[in-house]
């Protein structure tokens, strides 16, 4: 079993977690459209405070192990993670083929950054 350090996961893990706020900052208003677009700015600042209190901390650490890019791709492939699931929990949305295929590319791409 492969022994990992803290400095390779607490990055992946405070990701996911700056991931999730910053989805609800960005996306959660579209479930309130009725809402005034000024109460939806500070809501989404009020959220994304939180995600910088989380994706700051996690660079600084994973920058111990991974470069800029391979950080950046981390947050990509989290973010399409994250942003499928609360697409179809929170949204309502449903994810097609379409998506599921965009997403995979995606995920090709980032695997090459990982390349050594």
Do not use: D
Not at 11 to 35: D, R
Not at 47 to 68: D, K, T
Request: glycine share 6%.
């Amino acid at each position: 079993m492969p022994s990992f350090s803290p400095a390779a996961v607490w990055p992946i893990l405070l990701l996911s977690l700056s991931n999730i706020f910053m989805t609800f900052a960005w996306y959660g208003h579209l479930k309130y459209k009725t809402s005034a677009l000024w109460v939806a700015i500070l809501a989404s600042w009020g959220i994304a405070f939180f995600e910088y209190c989380l994706a700051v901390p996690a660079n600084r650490i994973g920058a111990e192990v991974y470069s800029a890019a391979q950080l950046k791709t981390i947050q990509e492939v989290i973010t399409l993670i994250v942003f499928s699931g609360f697409s179809v929990f929170f949204l309502k949305e449903s994810l097609t083929i379409n998506h599921v295929i965009g997403f995979a590319l995606i995920a090709a791409g980032a695997a090459f950054v990982f390349r050594g």
